[in-house]
């Protein structure tokens, strides 16, 4: 499938794990500003200090733990991979199910287990969109106009 055409295997584990990062650091410093500005002491200067102050101290701990989650996925997908041959959503589905049992191993089997069913399903309903919106495109573009750069070719205009 051309959707799975991705980095090769070893890259693609970095390339996910700084693209989660990336992506933690930047939303968690855009929650943490706000979640500052409102929790800090009145005044325009007190709330901008807050809020520079959270985004300092929680953005990279946010960032990290994204990173963590982005690198184990990958690393999990790549071994599906080797494992099974092939690359499809089911490889994906799985790994969110085995990345969420592993981050939750500390708390108990009931919570690995909810955290596995809650990992599957969200990669289910993500690669499920994903198809869906393949499809929709790609219907779109089956039957295109003909082109024609003969004017004596194009239908009549009704003006």
Known sequence: MEEYAREPC?????DDCGGAFTMGAIGGGVFQAIKGFR???AGVAHRLKGSANA?????????????VWGGLFSTIDCGLVRLRGKEDPWNSITSGAMTGAILAARSGPLTMVGSAMMGGILLALIEG?????T?????????????????SQLPPKNA
């Open 10 to 14: 070893p890259w693609r584990i970095v």
């Open 39 to 41: 929790n800090s002491p």
């Open 55 to 67: 985004v300092r101290i929680r953005a990279p701990q946010i960032g990290g733990s994204f990173a």
């Open 129 to 133: 969109f994903g198809i869906l919106l």
């Open 135 to 151: 499809r929709y495109t790609a219907q779109q573009f089956q039957n295109p106009l003909p082109f024609t750069d003969d004017p």
